[in-house]
């Protein structure tokens, strides 16, 4: 059936078959149950070259053993066509390599059963295939050199093909996630890795970018989850590339989590500046307010006694009633300028305690007296006798003076105010202000103690008091409480240890 | 002034509304002093109807923004309101409850009687 042009023994030529056999790209020899070569098309002849080594009726074998590289493979292909004839195989498959003056060439030879002049043989195709492996090199050598540049990142760089499955990741991935690209071999969007609030954004992004006629994306910024389940977040450039010949979506990912801590905190500390800035502001106004209204009634009575001292017939009473409220005013705007001082002082860090032994029931019996000389209310003291003990006498003075003038300012003026100094037990010593006005709201509680803090009584004031005299006490080793007994009112309570070290500065 | 105009003071500092009536009493007013907005309205539906108030901003229970809301809200006659403030812009303070005038404390007592003077002149003409 094999056209043999060159074999004198065979049937007539079938040249249409001929013809069709040297038209075939891929080389085609046949060989008989002996080994002799009894068919070579037109490609083989252009293999095979100047040199001949194939002939018809020339031996198979010692043909592939002058063509083709020495190696155990030209053993398989020279015993091939043997091997097919004699043995129950029907097809065997060869890699070969031959000789070229520019190198070397690879094929793949295929060998399989036919028959020959009415006898068993063998068919040999041969594919040269040294294109296909050099492009195949060259892509595993660049896929290589992708991995070693990639793995090497700092950012966590994976690739996902077109059903969205995790091909590759680099060593970041696992580093950074504690995941592997074998974890997603799934769709993205349903990965456990995605943060729940922002896979759908993400997915939309993927998505548009996708169909999109561009290259890189946008970044995008998106939480992960990392395996032991911490949210961290990241910003992300996808990329469409070819990856091992396919069209496949390379994603680069940074870790911003810092980066975003850090921007947060600055945020944070712009917003604390800005509302410490309003409370200040806030602040001053309140003071400038508190140390108008007592300069009002002063001025004013200055300027009508000027006006009232020549008139005639003088009204004395009322001028001396005048003075005493110059004198008052007066007063208040010292103390307040003195809170005002204590405030900067404290602030600037440069608050100092003068510390001597003093008697505190004296003390306290004074802050009373000046009260009562501000206020005209009933004030009842109970004390022992005196007890002494080391401290800033000035300083603890105003603080049971500030005491008192809350308890006026928050008591109706026909109710009680109590004062209590107590030295029991011996190392210490306490002083309650109790009165029975409209206490403290609940809601207020919490932040009575807070510097500029005004209850909603809007009682004036600058807010200080409570602060500065919690300040003056605890510097002294001391507490200040406040307690809302149930049946109204409020107990301040001062408690200072009579051995106790003194503290002048801030620590 | 021939007549003696009323002068209702609203201020919860006692001595301030002490020295209001202490210079406007010289000059012939009859002066009435609450310490806060709920005390002047409780004055003024007594029968004490005022010529002129002068209202501080900042006080306990009724401030005066709530007077003023208040007070406009009854049935007239109105008296003038003058504001009389410690706040940073007494003017804008007054300006944004309509205030007919405003004194920012402390103040000159020449102007305290001016601003009296102006307001009482023309509510004692309209009379």
Same mark, same amino acid.
């Given at each position: 059936?094999?056209? &043999?042009?060159?074999?004198?023994?065979?049937?007539?030529?079938?040249?249409?078959? &001929? &013809?069709?056999?040297?038209?075939?790209?891929?080389?085609?020899?046949?060989?008989?149950?002996?080994?002799?070569?009894?068919?070579?098309?037109?490609?083989?002849?252009?293999?095979?070259?100047?040199?001949?080594?194939?002939?018809?009726?020339?031996?198979?074998?010692?043909?592939?053993?002058?063509?083709?590289?020495?190696?155990?493979?030209?053993?398989?292909?020279?015993?091939?066509?043997?091997? =097919?004839?004699?043995?129950?195989?029907?097809?065997?498959? +060869?890699?070969?390599?031959?000789?070229?003056?520019?190198?070397?060439?690879?094929?793949?030879?295929?060998?399989?059963?036919?028959?020959?002049?009415?006898?068993?043989?063998?068919?040999?195709?041969?594919?040269?295939?040294?294109?296909?492996?050099?492009? /195949?090199?060259?892509?595993?050598?660049?896929?290589?050199?992708?991995?070693?540049?990639?793995?090497?990142?700092?950012?966590?760089?994976?690739?996902?093909?077109?059903?969205?499955?995790?091909?590759?990741?680099?060593?970041?991935?696992?580093?950074?996630?504690?995941?592997?690209?074998?974890?997603?071999?799934?769709?993205?969007?349903?990965?456990?890795?995605?943060?729940?609030? /922002?896979?759908?954004?993400?997915?939309?992004?993927?998505?548009?970018?996708?169909?999109?006629?561009?290259?890189?994306?946008?970044?995008?910024?998106? #939480?992960?989850?990392?395996?032991?389940?911490?949210?961290?977040?990241?910003?992300?450039?996808?990329?469409?590339?070819?990856?091992?010949?396919?069209?496949?979506?390379?994603?680069?990912?940074?870790?911003?989590?810092?980066?975003?801590?850090?921007?947060?905190?600055?945020?944070?500390?712009?917003?604390?500046?800005?509302?410490?800035?309003?409370?200040?502001?806030?602040?001053?106004?309140?003071?400038?307010?508190?140390?108008?209204?007592?300069?009002?009634?002063?001025?004013?009575?200055?300027?009508?006694?000027?006006?009232? +001292?020549?008139?005639?017939?003088?009204?004395?009473?009322?001028?001396?009633?005048?003075?005493?409220?110059?004198?008052?005013?007066?007063?208040?705007?010292?103390?307040?300028?003195?809170?005002?001082?204590?405030?900067?002082?404290?602030?600037?860090?440069?608050?100092?305690?003068?510390?001597?032994?003093?008697?505190?029931?004296?003390? +306290?019996? /004074?802050?009373?007296?000046?009260?009562?000389? #501000?206020?005209?209310?009933? =004030?009842?003291?109970?004390?022992?006798?005196?007890?002494?003990?080391?401290?800033?006498?000035?300083?603890?003075?105003?603080?049971?003076?500030?005491?008192?003038?809350?308890?006026?300012?928050?008591?109706?003026?026909?109710?009680?105010?109590?004062?209590?100094?107590?030295?029991?037990?011996?190392? #210490?010593?306490?002083?309650?202000?109790?009165?029975?006005?409209?206490?403290?709201?609940?809601?207020?509680?919490?932040?009575?103690?807070?510097?500029?803090?005004?209850?909603?009584?809007?009682?004036?004031?600058?807010?200080?008091?409570?602060?500065?005299?919690? /300040?003056?006490?605890?510097?002294?080793?001391?507490?200040?409480?406040?307690?809302?007994?149930?049946?109204?009112?409020?107990?301040?309570?001062?408690?200072?240890?009579?051995?106790?070290?003194?503290?002048?500065?801030?620590? | 002034?021939?007549?003696?105009?009323?002068?209702?003071?609203?201020?919860?500092?006692?001595?301030?509304?002490?020295?209001?009536?202490?210079?406007?009493?010289?000059?012939?007013?009859?002066?009435?002093?609450?310490?806060?907005?709920?005390?002047?309205?409780?004055?003024?539906?007594?029968?004490?109807?005022?010529?002129?108030?002068?209202?501080?901003?900042?006080?306990?229970?009724?401030?005066?923004?709530?007077?003023?809301?208040?007070?406009?809200?009854?049935?007239?006659?109105?008296?003038?309101?003058?504001?009389?403030?410690?706040?940073?812009?007494?003017?804008?303070?007054?300006?944004?409850?309509?205030?007919?005038?405003?004194?920012?404390?402390?103040?000159?007592?020449?102007?305290?009687?001016?601003?009296?003077?102006?307001?009482?002149?023309?509510?004692?003409?309209?009379?």
């Amino acid at each position: 059936m094999w056209p &043999s042009p060159r074999d004198e023994g065979s049937r007539e030529p079938d040249l249409l078959l &001929s &013809s069709i056999l040297d038209a075939l790209v891929d080389c085609l020899a046949v060989v008989d149950a002996r080994g002799t070569v009894r068919y070579l098309n037109a490609a083989w002849r252009r293999f095979d070259g100047d040199a001949e080594y194939f002939r018809i009726g020339g031996d198979f074998a010692r043909a592939c053993a002058l063509k083709f590289d020495a190696g155990e493979s030209r053993d398989m292909l020279a015993g091939g066509p043997r091997r =097919i004839v004699t043995g129950r195989r029907q097809r065997l498959e +060869v890699e070969c390599s031959w000789p070229v003056p520019a190198g070397r060439r690879h094929g793949t030879a295929t060998i399989t059963a036919c028959e020959v002049a009415g006898e068993r043989g063998a068919m040999v195709q041969l594919l040269d295939v040294t294109e296909r492996i050099q492009a /195949d090199a060259a892509v595993r050598e660049s896929e290589a050199r992708y991995r070693s540049l990639v793995d090497g990142s700092p950012d966590i760089v994976f690739i996902t093909d077109s059903a969205s499955r995790m091909i590759y990741a680099n060593r970041a991935l696992e580093d950074q996630t504690g995941y592997t690209a074998a974890d997603f071999q799934m769709r993205q969007q349903d990965n456990p890795f995605l943060h729940p609030e /922002d896979s759908e954004r993400v997915a939309q992004f993927i998505a548009a970018f996708v169909a999109s006629d561009r290259k890189h994306s946008d970044r995008i910024e998106n #939480r992960f989850i990392t395996r032991s389940g911490d949210v961290q977040w990241y910003s992300s450039v996808i990329s469409k590339i070819q990856y091992m010949g396919s069209p496949a979506l390379q994603f680069v990912v940074h870790n911003i989590t810092e980066q975003r801590k850090a921007e947060q905190e600055s945020a944070a500390r712009y917003r604390e500046a800005r509302e410490a800035i309003e409370v200040r502001d806030e602040f001053l106004a309140i003071a400038a307010h508190e140390l108008k209204t007592p300069l009002t009634s002063l001025r004013g009575f200055a300027q009508w006694l000027a006006t009232a +001292v020549d008139r005639e017939p003088c009204d004395r009473a009322r001028q001396q009633r005048a003075l005493r409220t110059i004198d008052r005013q007066s007063a208040k705007l010292a103390r307040l300028i003195e809170q005002l001082l204590d405030l900067a002082r404290l602030q600037a860090g440069k608050f100092e305690l003068e510390c001597k032994d003093a008697d505190i029931v004296a003390l +306290v019996s /004074d802050a009373v007296e000046s009260a009562q000389a #501000r206020s005209d209310r009933m =004030i009842t003291v109970t004390a022992p006798p005196s007890v002494r003990a080391c401290i800033d006498a000035l300083r603890l003075e105003a603080v049971v003076g500030n005491l008192l003038d809350n308890a006026v300012k928050f008591s109706p003026a026909d109710r009680l105010i109590e004062v209590e100094v107590r030295a029991e037990p011996a190392d #210490r010593f306490t002083i309650v202000v109790r009165d029975h006005g409209i206490g403290v709201p609940e809601s207020d509680r919490a932040r009575l103690f807070d510097r500029y803090f005004q209850g909603a009584h809007q009682r004036g004031g600058m807010g200080l008091g409570l602060t500065l005299s919690r /300040d003056i006490v605890e510097r002294q080793g001391g507490t200040l409480a406040a307690e809302f007994p149930p049946d109204g009112g409020t107990r301040m309570i001062v408690t200072i240890p009579i051995t106790s070290d003194v503290k002048g500065s801030p620590p | 002034m021939t007549t003696h105009p009323r002068v209702l003071v609203v201020d919860d500092d006692a001595e301030i509304s002490e020295m209001v009536r202490l210079v406007l009493e010289d000059q012939g007013c009859e002066v009435a002093a609450a310490e806060h907005g709920r005390a002047a309205l409780d004055q003024i539906h007594a029968g004490w109807k005022p010529d002129v108030i002068l209202l501080d901003m900042r006080m306990p229970i009724m401030d005066g923004r709530a007077f003023v809301a208040t007070y406009r809200a009854e049935p007239p006659p109105h008296a003038p309101i003058v504001v009389v403030s410690a706040a940073r812009d007494a003017h804008a303070l007054a300006d944004s409850v309509s205030a007919d005038d405003w004194l920012a404390k402390p103040y000159d007592v020449r102007s305290l009687v001016d601003v009296v003077r102006r307001h009482t002149a023309s509510e004692l003409a309209s009379r």
